[in-house]
Structures are given as structure tokens and as C-alpha cells.
């Protein structure tokens, strides 16, 4: 008699779970997905505010990026949805790239697998030196394509960028600054760095001393963007001296309801993980900030003004 009501208490259980499952799949409850990345749904529809002009100048940015979370790998699918509807072909990385450890797996699960779709694409990312990133270790990894060197300058199209490393200005790399912004022949000069010279951010706040060193070569030199992480939130701040700054370093790491009385910001963003895509053609550099849910925070057309 136990055996038989042990078979029907066992029976009756198996039968309840089917019909929950059932009820389940009837009413589209979703499953726990997956960390690993997945290809956008055909029927999910992207909001693209940028124009995808012929033969413009197409890249994402991201910040303080590098920790391996769920959150990190959902932005970095957005990220590949979009590449795929924009083409872009190129990253640029704002600091702390890799947190915590610098192991050969920390370096997979931080940065290769998160975005290995991108990089499967041929996307090549271009980082920048943050206070939790190891010089030694990171200036040497292929992928991230500094050269060996903590700061360094490259070119595409009519935009020329300068990595620069905000922990430790010394003089000999303000001179490589100076000689090279003032060789430079690029249309549009960008600057990119981890330590924010404006930032409304509480926890952080602005790089006065690094903002009295480099500011006046951007002035005297020409510079029209700059774009720093480190404050764990997404900013826009009031052109100063016509250049153009962004602060975002939440691509990983959030700061949620961070903002102190507002003073240079034109717009901003504490409540979710985001990343940019920026196209510059001619004289104009258009931009969209996306947060990881998909929607789009922040998006402009700035004219190419002349510090």
C-alpha cells in the first residue's frame, strides 16, 4: 500500500510540473538565458539615429568595460546588432579594460568572449590605460593594439585619434602630445583617455590637474572631441573652448543615481550600463549613446568647430 500511494504522490507531481511547463510555454515566460552572446532576433527592430553616410567615419566607444558580468556581455550584444545594421568597424576603449586580475583567463572572460562576435567580424578595438588596468600586461595584448606603447596615435579616414594614458602625464608624453597633435593633418582630432577633465559625477568628479595639463595643448592644437571614462555613468558636457566632451564608463560598472547639481552637463545617464556609435562625415560628427535594454539616451549632429 506505501509502494502504491509512494507511485501516485510521484505520478501526480510529474503531472503537475508538465502542466506548469505547459502553461509556461502558452504564455511566452522566458527561460534564464544563456551568458554566452546571441545573434539579434529577426523581429527586433534597431533604432539607428545616425545617418550611415557614404565613405563616413563609423566606430563605437566604450568604458570601464572590462568585468567579466552578465551586463558586459548584453551590451556587447547590442553592440554587434548595431554593427551589423551600421557597419562600424572599430572600437575605441576608454580604461579599466580588464578588473581585477590580468591572467590569460581573465583577459578571455573580460574581453575575448564578451566580444567575440565583433571581433570575429574583423572589429578592431583601441584601448586607452585606466587606474585598474596593468600597463605591463595590457600594452602588449595584441587586441587591443596599442603597440607596446602606453600612448600612441592612429588614423582613419579624415579623423586622427590620440590614446593617451591619463594615469601618469609626464613630460615626456605631453611633448609626443604636443608634436603630434601639431603634425597631425587629420580633419578631426579625438582624444581619448580614462580620467574625465569635466565631470558632474560625485564619486569621482573632474582631473583638474590632468584637465591644467592637457587642455591647453587641445586648445592651441586644434582638438574637437574628447571622450573619457572612469565615472561609472554617461555624460555630455557643455563644449568647452568649442571641444566636445563625453564622459561614459558605465559599458561595464554603473553608478546608479550619481549625479551631484549640474553645472557642465548637457545630458546624462545613471540607471543603466551604455555605449556609443559615432559617424563623422565632413564636418560633422554625429552620435548615439544606447543603454543595454536597447534604447537610445542620448543622440546629436555637432559641427566641426575650431578651438
Not at 509556461?24 to 546571441?38: E, F, I, K, Y
Not at 549613446?289 to 536597447?294: D, E, H, L, P, Y
Request: aromatic share 12%.
Amino acid at each position: 500500500m506505501k509502494q502504491n500511494r509512494h507511485t501516485i504522490y510521484r505520478n501526480a507531481a510529474l503531472f503537475v510540473a508538465l502542466c506548469v511547463c505547459a502553461l509556461a510555454a502558452h504564455l511566452g515566460v522566458a527561460q534564464a538565458a544563456p551568458r554566452a552572446l546571441a545573434s539579434q532576433s529577426p523581429g527586433d527592430k534597431l533604432d539607428i539615429r545616425i545617418p550611415l553616410q557614404d565613405k563616413s567615419v563609423r566606430f563605437a566607444v566604450i568604458g570601464d568595460s572590462g568585468t567579466g558580468d552578465h551586463a558586459q556581455y548584453e551590451v556587447a550584444q547590442k553592440m554587434e546588432a548595431y554593427r551589423q545594421a551600421t557597419k562600424f568597424d572599430f572600437v575605441i576603449m576608454l580604461g579599466d579594460n580588464i578588473y581585477g586580475s590580468h591572467s590569460a583567463r581573465d583577459f578571455a572572460k573580460k574581453f575575448e568572449q564578451p566580444y567575440k562576435p565583433l571581433l570575429d567580424a574583423g572589429v578592431k578595438f583601441y584601448a586607452s590605460l585606466g587606474n585598474h588596468d596593468d600597463p605591463d600586461d595590457e600594452r602588449l595584448y595584441k587586441p587591443f593594439n596599442m603597440g607596446g606603447e602606453r600612448y600612441y596615435a592612429f588614423r582613419k579616414g579624415e579623423a586622427a585619434f590620440f590614446a593617451l594614458d591619463s594615469n601618469y602625464m609626464d613630460p615626456k608624453q605631453l611633448n609626443w602630445l604636443e608634436q603630434n597633435l601639431k603634425d597631425s593633418q587629420g580633419t578631426w582630432k579625438i582624444c581619448f583617455f580614462h580620467h574625465p577633465l569635466y565631470n558632474d559625477g560625485r564619486h569621482h568628479g573632474a582631473d583638474a590637474d590632468l584637465r591644467g595639463q592637457v587642455l591647453p595643448l587641445f586648445q592651441r592644437y586644434g582638438v574637437n572631441a574628447v571622450f573619457s571614462g572612469h565615472e561609472h555613468v554617461y555624460q555630455r558636457i557643455k563644449p568647452e573652448n568649442n571641444i566636445y566632451f563625453f564622459v561614459l564608463g558605465n559599458s561595464g560598472k554603473l553608478m546608479t543615481h550619481d549625479f551631484g547639481a549640474t553645472r557642465e552637463r548637457v545630458k546624462g545617464f545613471d540607471t543603466d550600463q551604455s555605449f556609443m556609435l559615432v559617424e563623422i562625415a565632413g564636418d560633422k560628427l554625429y552620435f548615439q549613446t544606447i543603454a543595454r535594454s536597447g534604447e537610445t539616451i542620448d543622440f546629436g549632429e555637432l559641427p566641426r568647430l575650431h578651438p
